[in-house]
């Protein structure tokens, strides 16, 4: 909007008279009242951004710490909160394998991509649309969002060395004790970009590996062979037909 008393004050280079009549003549502010918290996020998802649009983990970490009660509190989960998002190259990607990876139990069974939602009989994939409104019924209370980012903090471990082989190698080889052999398998996942064959690598270090002082370790042999049969499978799946002497490779990296 024009405005030529301001643009005047302005040119002039009265510029205590500008900011003054800028203030208490031409800024207002807007309250908007909202009974639920959809409504709301949709909201402060549209509007509440200095030139780079919010992303789904930003939903998830305002709804995280809507549930702490107290300013130190939120404070600490959000430092952890950013810390752990700082590891990963894909904030929602990595939120979407981890909650994937982690799946829910019906009627007895495991599913990996069959998530509840507020106002829907069916259930429904996790993506970018889906992700917020699943976590948005998965965490209803502080304890569940204190949950929720102890898990984060377990699974970027995971994360960080299944999408980076130079650091998984290099930096932090204790992480893979006795059974460094598994690294080039890795490496061909990693490589062929099958990140949904993360989701059940993901499961499996949680099932038969150990936690201690918030750090993994996996020595368990069936963790190997389930790698190594994912990496030669998917590897064979879409290299075999087009890649000369891939057969040839797959054994020698996989011995």
């Known amino acids: 909007l024009r405005n030529d008393k301001a643009l005047e004050q302005f040119e002039n280079g009265h510029l205590d008279e500008f900011i003054r009549y800028m203030v208490t003549e031409l800024l ?3 309250r908007i009242t909202l009974k639920d918290t959809k ?3 949709l909201v402060f998802k549209t509007l509440n951004y200095d030139g780079e649009p919010l992303t789904t983990a930003d939903l998830i970490k305002n709804h995280i710490l809507d549930y702490i009660p107290t300013e130190t509190d939120k404070e600490k989960l959000a430092k952890v909160w950013d810390e752990i998002l700082t590891k990963v190259k894909s904030k929602d990607g990595f939120l979407e394998l981890s909650l994937k990876s982690r799946g829910v139990i019906k009627n007895g069974v495991w599913e990996f991509d069959k998530f509840k939602v507020a106002d ?3 259930t429904v994939k996790v993506t970018d649309d889906t992700l917020y409104d699943i976590l948005e019924q998965k965490i209803t209370k502080k304890a569940d969002a204190e949950n929720y980012v102890a898990e984060l903090e377990e699974d970027v471990q995971i994360y960080q060395k299944l999408h980076n082989s130079e650091k998984r190698i290099r930096e932090d080889p204790a992480l893979f ?5 598994i690294n080039p398998a890795l490496d061909v996942l990693d490589n062929l970009n099958y990140v949904y064959a993360h989701i059940p690598i993901m499961a499996a270090w949680r099932h038969w590996g150990e936690l201690n002082d918030k750090t993994w370790t996996n020595t368990d042999p069936s963790f190997v062979v389930l790698v190594k049969i994912l990496a030669i499978w998917l590897f064979r799946f879409k290299t075999i037909r087009v890649i000369s002497g891939a057969a040839s490779t797959i054994d020698t990296i996989m011995t």
Do not use: R
């Open 177 to 181: 004790p006795d059974h460094k052999d």
């Open 120 to 122: 829907l009989k069916s």
């Open 28 to 30: 207002f502010g807007v």
């Open 39 to 41: 409504t709301a996020n």
